[in-house]
């Protein structure tokens, strides 16, 4: 368990994917800007299992109750790229903010890499002010480069450099 001030970060289980495939199908869950997908467990299960070099984590609150996911994987061209997002009735609380930090921190103290990516859809503000909250800096827009809800859209590309994180900002000694 990643211990934060108002959320905690724990590692998901095969067990736990029934729920993850609850919220994914959901599209009040998934918000406006995410593709729209329905899976079935069985695929569900097989993104879990074939994932080398990443990991899904439940945002929990501290008493325990499951608010939504961060992730962490590995893009075809091997750049470490996250993914987020919260029950309806839990954003704007401040969640979002914490757990891309908390991700960043164990992300940086565990692993020898120099960057981390995330790609949203540029009209997703919310999505945009937890990246630039956590560091992130918007390197650009991929034109047309995905299709979702009818349309082809806009991607826009952010990173964080571990000179521009610097140090831990929520995983101190106190919690790690
Ligand atoms: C995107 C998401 C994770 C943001 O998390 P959150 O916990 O709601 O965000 P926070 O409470 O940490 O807010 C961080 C900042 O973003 C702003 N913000 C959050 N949602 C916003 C919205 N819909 N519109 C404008 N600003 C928004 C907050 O006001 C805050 O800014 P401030 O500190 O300057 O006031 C959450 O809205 C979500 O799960 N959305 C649906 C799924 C999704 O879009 N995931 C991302 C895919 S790329």
Redesign the pocket.
């Known amino acids: 368990m990643l211990i934060g001030n108002k959320i905690n970060l724990k590692i998901m289980e095969k067990k736990d994917m029934p729920l993850v495939k609850d919220w994914v199908n959901n599209i009040d869950f998934?918000?406006d800007?995410?593709p729209i997908t329905q899976e079935t467990l069985t695929e569900i299960e097989k993104q879990y299992e074939s994932l080398t070099e990443g990991q899904w984590f439940f945002i929990e609150k501290k008493d325990g109750t499951k608010i939504?996911y961060v992730a962490h994987y590995l893009t075809g061209s091997k750049q470490t790229e996250i993914?987020?997002?919260?029950h309806p009735n839990e954003?704007?609380?401040?969640?979002?903010?914490e757990a891309i930090q908390i991700l960043l921190d164990y992300l940086f103290l565990s692993k020898s890499i120099k960057r981390i990516q995330?790609k949203?859809?540029p009209n997703?503000?919310?999505?945009q002010?937890?990246l630039e909250?956590a560091g992130f800096v918007k390197e650009g827009i991929l034109r047309k480069s995905f299709y979702s809800r009818g349309e082809w859209r806009d991607t826009a590309i952010f990173s964080v450099l571990r000179e521009e994180w610097k140090e831990p900002k929520i995983l101190t000694k106190a919690n790690i």
């Open positions: 998934i918000g800007f995410e939504g993914g987020y997002a919260l954003r704007s609380k401040g969640h979002g903010t995330a949203i859809n997703n503000i919310g999505s002010r937890v909250k």
